[in-house]
């Protein structure tokens, strides 16, 4: 059964931080979330007030293709996703006003770690408004 996660995007800069669109997700972090995401999960792609022209946006969705780990205890890796651009990004107000109050409660404090799972409903709230 396919889980649902929250990938956070600031500014791309080098290989610890790439574009929302280039389908691969770096992940340095002592979260051990590389361990549970798995090929065929949704994702949600979110960008932070850091990344360019994108502020405090969900650019678009994902489908993850493959998860490497480079550290067996699931600290560092790849996320690697096909990534599908919605036709216009929505707004975080807009996102967080689709949620039920406790998926919007998740969303709203989960600042680390940058992949957090949230759950079908506010996965298919935030892709399908």
């Given at each position: 059964?396919?889980r649902?996660?929250?990938?956070l995007?600031?500014?791309?800069d080098d290989?610890t ?7 691969r997700y770096?992940?340095v972090?002592?979260?051990r979330?590389?361990?549970?995401v798995?090929?065929?999960d949704?994702l949600i792609?979110y960008c932070?007030?850091?990344y360019?022209?994108?502020?405090k946006?969900?650019?678009?969705k994902?489908t993850?293709t ?18 599908l651009r919605f ?5 975080r ?8 109050p406790g998926?919007r ?12 799972e949230v759950s ?8 399908s408004p």
């Amino acid at each position: 059964m396919a889980r649902y996660w929250r990938l956070l995007f600031g500014k791309p800069d080098d290989e610890t931080r790439l574009a929302v669109e280039s389908g691969r997700y770096p992940v340095v972090s002592p979260y051990r979330a590389l361990l549970d995401v798995r090929e065929g999960d949704g994702l949600i792609l979110y960008c932070t007030n850091g990344y360019p022209r994108l502020r405090k946006v969900v650019w678009g969705k994902g489908t993850v293709t493959r998860v490497t780990l480079t550290n067996p205890t699931g600290a560092r890796g790849d996320i690697y996703y096909k990534p599908l651009r919605f036709a216009k990004p929505l707004p975080r107000r807009k996102m967080l006003q689709a949620l039920s109050p406790g998926d919007r409660m998740i969303i709203e404090n989960a600042t680390r770690p940058w992949v957090i799972e949230v759950s079908q409903e506010a996965f298919e709230a935030i892709v399908s408004p």
